[in-house]
């Protein structure tokens, strides 16, 4: 038996979120479904983090089990040549070593960190160009005001604040790496690292954001919400338009080919 952990880059807008759903219209359904055809024998799958309803990947990473032998290149062109245009496998590779033993790859609890962006465009008016690729705000918003903001979420915090209702995680405790904000033009990315998300953690926060950047807040307000751990008190959840999955860090000793994950070349 063999593991093989593929790279997959996907436009989340027509597709009802990653994991698998009755109704087969999601990421994950497509990826087992060519992986099936490619194969001819069904594949279990497992990835590295699931996204909701809209929301974009340019780098998820997947694991499966089989006992097929094929080069890393036949996995990417065969699998890919069953795939609709909007979903894509960007790399293969076979690991070293026996799946299920404890310090084995494992796409979802291997990972040390995952890193998210969103982008929103900040303009006076939409841009139908931009439409499901980008959140969007009407006012100006201040960076300054917003970066500000950030300190407060460093470090190991209760995020219940920024918690969707329907979250299932066992614990509200993560580990924020790291938070950026930054203006290029008409569009201001967020690029947000922590060891792990909760359920729309990355839109809430996005959210409170734009509410401080707008001047409809202070700065040390993101930090009264983390103290409160009231979902209330924030702000509403933002729209999944711009919210791009965008990078699974893993040990070195995997040597996975993971890519650059900017997303500014897809706009």
């Known amino acids: 038996m063999k593991r093989i952990a593929i790279g997959v880059q996907y436009d989340g807008s027509a597709w009802h979120g990653y994991q698998k759903q009755e109704d087969g219209h999601t990421v994950q359904d497509q990826l087992e479904q060519a992986l099936?055809?490619?194969a001819r024998v069904r594949l279990a799958t497992t990835c590295a983090g699931r996204t909701d309803t809209g929301v974009h990947a340019l780098e998820q990473v997947v694991h499966f089990d089989t006992e097929l032998r094929r080069e890393p290149h036949s996995w990417l062109r065969g699998v890919n040549a069953f795939l609709p245009p909007s979903i894509a496998v960007r790399w293969?590779?076979?690991l070293d070593g026996e799946p299920g033993v404890d310090d084995f790859f494992h796409a979802r609890f291997s990972a040390r960190a995952r890193t998210y962006h969103y982008v929103l465009y900040n303009n006076s008016t939409r841009s139908p160009l931009l439409e499901g690729r980008a959140g969007f705000y009407?006012?100006?918003?201040?960076?300054e005001l917003m970066?500000?903001?950030?300190?407060?979420?460093l470090g190991w915090h209760d995020f219940t604040a920024f918690r969707a209702a329907q979250c299932q995680a066992k614990s509200p405790v993560k580990l924020m790496h790291d938070i950026r904000i930054r203006r290029h033009g008409e569009l201001v990315v967020f690029t947000i690292t922590a060891n792990a998300f909760l359920h729309h953690m990355v839109r809430n926060l996005v959210g409170s954001l734009v509410y401080i950047g707008s001047g409809r807040q202070p700065p040390e307000w993101l930090g009264q919400l983390l103290d409160a751990r009231d979902r209330h008190e924030a702000a509403p959840t933002f729209m999944p338009d711009g919210l791009y999955l965008a990078k699974i860090?893993?040990?070195?000793k995997w040597q996975l080919p993971l890519e650059t994950t900017?997303?500014?070349?897809w706009f």
């Open 36 to 38: 099936e055809k490619f």
């Open 92 to 94: 293969a590779k076979e």
């Open 262 to 265: 900017s997303p500014l070349p």
């Open 249 to 252: 860090d893993y040990d070195p």
């Open 147 to 153: 970066q500000a903001a950030v300190a407060p979420l």
């Open 138 to 143: 009407f006012r100006p918003l201040d960076v």
